[in-house]
């Protein structure tokens, strides 16, 4: 009969140390949320824009490009920054005036290059640390016939335009952010 009664008191005792701790958990502060490199990030999306190829005098083709950009929350958060501007910028400057892409050597294109000098230059730009990734969305090339042909709404049968990248899938482009 005792052993019976001290297993109910020993029963009882476990239960309540277990309730105890378990409200005491549910009701405890959240923690503060991680400072990972992820939640210091946020993500400025890049607008789609047309860079003219000339060549002999005379243009002949397009790029078409959109680039976003990770920078940091706590330096862009204040900032009034004509970021959408200085993207433009930085595309025609790198496009034209540097000549990173030669649609004559696509295979020799270094989209890492190509997002490593657009983050140095962006960064020296905005005098800081602000661009953390670029991400390449769309890095395309339309010839000058192809444009025309589709201006003037010719059945004419055209090519593609020649993807100079690939767009990364929301999937690659989170993985990549994590990194």
Same mark, same amino acid.
């Given at each position: 009969?005792?052993?019976?009664?001290?297993?109910?008191?020993?029963?009882?005792?476990?239960?309540?140390?277990?309730?105890?701790?378990?409200?005491?958990?549910?009701?405890?502060?959240?923690?503060?949320? $991680?400072?990972? =490199?992820?939640?210091? %990030?946020? !993500?400025?999306?890049?607008? +789609?824009?047309?860079?003219?190829?000339?060549?002999? *005098?005379?243009?002949?083709?397009?790029?078409?490009?959109?680039?976003?950009?990770?920078?940091?929350? $706590?330096?862009? =958060?204040?900032?009034? %920054?004509? !970021?959408?501007?200085?993207? +433009?910028?930085?595309?025609?400057?790198?496009?034209? *005036?540097?000549?990173?892409?030669?649609?004559?050597?696509?295979?020799?294109?270094?989209?890492?290059?190509?997002?490593?000098?657009?983050?140095?230059?962006?960064?020296?730009?905005?005098?800081?640390?602000?661009?953390?990734?670029?991400?390449?969305?769309?890095?395309?090339?339309?010839?000058?016939?192809?444009?025309?042909?589709?201006?003037?709404?010719?059945?004419?049968?055209?090519?593609?335009?020649?993807?100079?990248?690939?767009?990364?899938?929301?999937?690659?482009?989170?993985?990549?952010?994590?990194?």
């Amino acid at each position: 009969m005792v052993k019976l009664v001290l297993t109910g008191i020993w029963v009882c005792v476990i239960t309540l140390a277990s309730v105890y701790f378990s409200v005491k958990m549910a009701t405890a502060p959240a923690a503060p949320a $991680d400072s990972s =490199k992820e939640s210091q %990030l946020e !993500l400025v999306k890049g607008e +789609t824009i047309t860079v003219p190829i000339i060549g002999n *005098g005379a243009i002949t083709g397009y790029f078409l490009g959109r680039v976003s950009y990770m920078m940091n929350k $706590d330096t862009v =958060k204040g900032a009034t %920054l004509p !970021l959408t501007e200085m993207t +433009t910028d930085e595309l025609f400057t790198l496009l034209m *005036g540097n000549k990173m892409v030669d649609i004559s050597k696509l295979k020799s294109f270094d989209p890492q290059a190509f997002r490593d000098a657009i983050k140095k230059d962006m960064n020296e730009k905005l005098g800081g640390d602000y661009v953390s990734e670029v991400i390449l969305e769309q890095l395309e090339y339309l010839s000058k016939e192809e444009v025309k042909a589709n201006a003037s709404g010719q059945q004419q049968k055209t090519g593609n335009p020649i993807k100079i990248i690939d767009a990364p899938s929301p999937a690659a482009a989170a993985a990549a952010a994590a990194h």
